[in-house]
């Protein structure tokens, strides 16, 4: 028997025995939030905690009625001859929507991508994405800025709720994105977009909102 014959034998005899997961909800996870009760304090805190934590981490949040306030925005915070792709065909009118190439360094140049994401998450402000909203999944990760259109009603307090939802979902790519890229160094000097997004705009429509203009 050699070296690591010998290691993986005593990893295998050394090994805990397996105990059932605990339940997703319980008294003994009091850090876990019970059944959403939909009330407007519950929806209140969520929306304040999720714009807590992604300004935190670089991010800024809008909460706009509808497509027509993300345009304005857009429009105001733009510089001339920006290029600016979305998959949100509402915004059309600021955004090229038809952003399929035959290779991501052809999307190197955009100043503005604007997608859509499934659900935010308060405890981290991330938001999960997967290949069905993006038609390049280096889209979010080669642009200069990020925007992301999610609605209010699909944020969700921790990650446990996240993997109820998406547990047993079928898809091929998903990725959680949390603010604009971000790294520091060993003197704790943290710089933002380093190898990807400068800056991550979440535009969190209302509850209310039609989702139209």
Not at 52 to 80: C, D, M, N, Q, Y
Not at 143 to 159: I, N, Q, S
Not at 187 to 210: N, R, Y
């Amino acid at each position: 028997m050699n070296s690591r014959e010998k290691i993986l034998a005593a990893v295998r005899q050394n090994q805990p025995s397996f105990v059932e997961l605990p339940p997703m909800q319980s008294p003994d996870n009091p850090g876990i939030p019970g059944e959403p009760t939909g009330s407007a304090e519950e929806e209140d805190l969520l929306l304040k905690n999720f714009q807590a934590v992604l300004e935190s981490i670089g991010g800024t949040l809008f909460v706009v009625p509808g497509f027509g306030a993300i345009e304005k925005i857009v429009r105001e915070r733009s510089v001339a001859d920006a290029r600016i792709v979305s998959t949100c065909p509402e915004l059309s009118a600021v955004a090229e929507i038809d952003i399929r190439y035959k290779a991501p360094q052809e999307l190197a140049d955009i100043d503005l991508a604007i997608i859509r994401a499934h659900f935010g998450v308060a405890e981290n402000a991330a938001v999960w994405v997967t290949e069905d909203l993006l038609p390049e999944r280096a889209l979010p990760f080669i642009c200069e800025h990020l925007a992301v259109v999610l609605h209010r009603k699909d944020l969700v307090a921790t990650m446990h709720d996240v993997y109820e939802r998406i547990g047993s979902a079928d898809y091929g790519f998903g990725v959680f994105i949390a603010g604009p890229s971000k790294t520091a160094d060993i003197e704790q000097s943290l710089v933002l977009g380093a190898h990807g997004p400068g800056t991550m705009t979440v535009f969190l429509l209302d509850m209310d909102a039609s989702d139209s203009q």
